[in-house]
C-alpha cells in the first residue's frame, strides 16, 4: 500500500484521502510524513489572500524536521483543487508579521494562488485529495462563514 495521509473535519466527521507526491517532492514528503508519525488535530482557518485554501499550523509536538532543510520541490503559484502545499515562514521573514509558521495549505476549489500580502509565494505541493474532495471542501466553504474549525490529519491505515 502507497503511504498516504488523510484529513478529517473531526465534528462533521468528513474525511478525505490523500495521495502524496512522492516522486515529485520526496523529501517534504517524507519530513511530513515522519511529522504525522502521530495524528495531530489542530485549528483549520480560512485563507485570506490565497482563495479557496483552509490553513493548518503544524504543532510544536510534531516538529520533529528542520524546515530550512527541505529544498524547493514541486512548487508552483497555481494550485489545483485537492493540492496540499507545505510552506515554513521563519521568524522575521515579512515586515508585516514576524511569527513564525510551520503551515500546512489545502486548496479546495479553483482560482487558488499563492499569494500573500507581498505578493506571489511559490510553495512546494507534497500531495493532493484523491477521495471525500467534495465533502471536504463543503466544509471548508463553511469555515468562511463560521469560523474556526479542527481537522484532524494523519496517516491513512
Same mark, same amino acid.
Given at each position: 500500500?502507497?503511504?498516504? @495521509? #488523510?484529513?478529517?473535519?473531526?465534528?462533521?466527521?468528513? !474525511?478525505?484521502?490523500?495521495?502524496?507526491?512522492?516522486?515529485?517532492?520526496?523529501? $517534504?514528503?517524507?519530513?511530513?510524513?515522519?511529522?504525522?508519525? $502521530?495524528?495531530?488535530?489542530? &485549528?483549520?482557518?480560512?485563507?485570506?489572500?490565497?482563495?479557496?485554501?483552509?490553513?493548518?499550523?503544524?504543532?510544536?509536538?510534531?516538529?520533529?524536521?528542520? &524546515? #530550512?532543510?527541505? &529544498?524547493? !520541490?514541486?512548487? #508552483?503559484?497555481?494550485?489545483?483543487?485537492?493540492?496540499? @502545499?507545505?510552506?515554513?515562514?521563519?521568524?522575521?521573514?515579512?515586515?508585516?508579521?514576524?511569527?513564525?509558521?510551520?503551515?500546512?495549505?489545502?486548496?479546495?476549489?479553483?482560482?487558488?494562488? $499563492?499569494?500573500?500580502? $507581498?505578493?506571489?509565494?511559490?510553495?512546494?505541493?507534497?500531495?493532493?485529495?484523491?477521495?471525500? @474532495?467534495?465533502?471536504?471542501?463543503?466544509?471548508?466553504?463553511?469555515?468562511?462563514?463560521?469560523?474556526?474549525? #479542527?481537522? !484532524?490529519?494523519?496517516?491513512?491505515?
Amino acid at each position: 500500500m502507497d503511504r498516504e @495521509l #488523510t484529513l478529517k473535519f473531526v465534528e462533521a466527521n468528513v !474525511e478525505g484521502r490523500i495521495k502524496l507526491y512522492w516522486e515529485n517532492a520526496p523529501r $517534504t514528503c517524507e519530513a511530513i510524513w515522519n511529522a504525522l508519525e $502521530t495524528p495531530i488535530r489542530v &485549528p483549520a482557518s480560512h485563507a485570506i489572500f490565497s482563495g479557496p485554501e483552509i490553513m493548518m499550523g503544524l504543532p510544536e509536538e510534531a516538529r520533529n524536521f528542520d &524546515p #530550512t532543510a527541505l &529544498p524547493p !520541490e514541486n512548487q #508552483t503559484v497555481l494550485p489545483e483543487p485537492g493540492e496540499l @502545499l507545505w510552506f515554513y515562514q521563519p521568524k522575521n521573514f515579512f515586515k508585516i508579521d514576524p511569527d513564525e509558521f510551520w503551515e500546512i495549505g489545502m486548496f479546495y476549489g479553483v482560482g487558488g494562488r $499563492t499569494f500573500g500580502p $507581498t505578493g506571489w509565494i511559490p510553495c512546494t505541493y507534497f500531495g493532493r485529495m484523491v477521495e471525500g @474532495l467534495d465533502e471536504i471542501a463543503e466544509q471548508c466553504r463553511l469555515i468562511r462563514r463560521e469560523g474556526i474549525k #479542527t481537522v !484532524e490529519l494523519g496517516r491513512r491505515a
